[in-house]
Nanobody, 124 residues
């Protein structure tokens, strides 16, 4: 089970930190991703992190502004959202999947477990 928190409403240029706490014993072996879905748009991959924690990837639209991290001791994955823009407004989802390669992650579909979503609203 994945439980997200940390969404909210902010002004453009401000920051938020999303958290995703994972229950169960899968955490150390799973890669995680953050996805978002804006109204009327398809869900898109934002960022991902490998199970080793050594590999991260970002969508071009958030590169340099968002930072993904994981804390294996807390079974948690984080997404730091900086310099937020109105176009970042969406419901953000965390997701987990097993990948044999511990230094790999993906921002495509194929994830096994999904959180409930957390609303992020950025006003100009």
């Amino acid at each position: 089970r994945l439980v997200e928190s940390g969404g909210g409403s902010v002004q453009a240029g401000e920051s938020l930190r999303l958290s995703c706490v994972v229950s169960g014993r899968i955490f150390d072996f799973y890669a995680f991703g953050w996805f978002r879905q804006a109204p009327g748009k398809e869900r898109e991959g934002v960022s991902c992190i490998s199970s080793s924690g050594d590999v991260t990837n970002y969508a071009d639209s958030v590169k340099g502004r968002f930072i993904i991290s994981r804390d294996n001791a807390k079974n948690a994955v984080y997404l730091q959202l900086n310099s937020l823009k109105p176009e970042d407004t969406a419901v953000y989802y965390c997701a987990g999947r097993f990948l044999k390669d511990r230094n790999m992650c993906t921002m495509t579909q194929g994830y096994d477990y999904w959180g409930q979503g957390s609303q992020v609203t950025v006003s100009s």
